[in-house]
């Protein structure tokens, strides 16, 4: 079984496919699986083609940032 390999990726512009892009080049690896954390503010839609025009043939989970924690903020995300 090949062992799981992960690279994390974060942006904060409110433009998906630039966020994505971003991440993606902070990963350090292409994408298999991306986890993406949006606020809800933002049309969901708009969102994932965004992403999707970036991650292209990977596997996407949409999540919201209504109240995750993140260690690499430093610091508790509300939105």
Do not use: Q, W
């Amino acid at each position: 079984m090949k062992p799981i390999d992960v690279g994390i990726g974060v942006s904060d512009t409110g433009d998906a496919e630039a966020a994505a892009k971003e991440a993606l080049e902070m990963a350090g690896r292409p994408a298999e699986l991306g986890i993406v954390f949006a606020s809800s503010h933002y049309d969901p839609h708009k969102t994932y083609e965004g992403v999707r025009s970036v991650l292209k043939d990977a596997n996407i989970m949409g999540c919201t940032t209504a109240g995750e924690i993140s260690n690499l903020s430093g610091k508790a995300v509300n939105n």
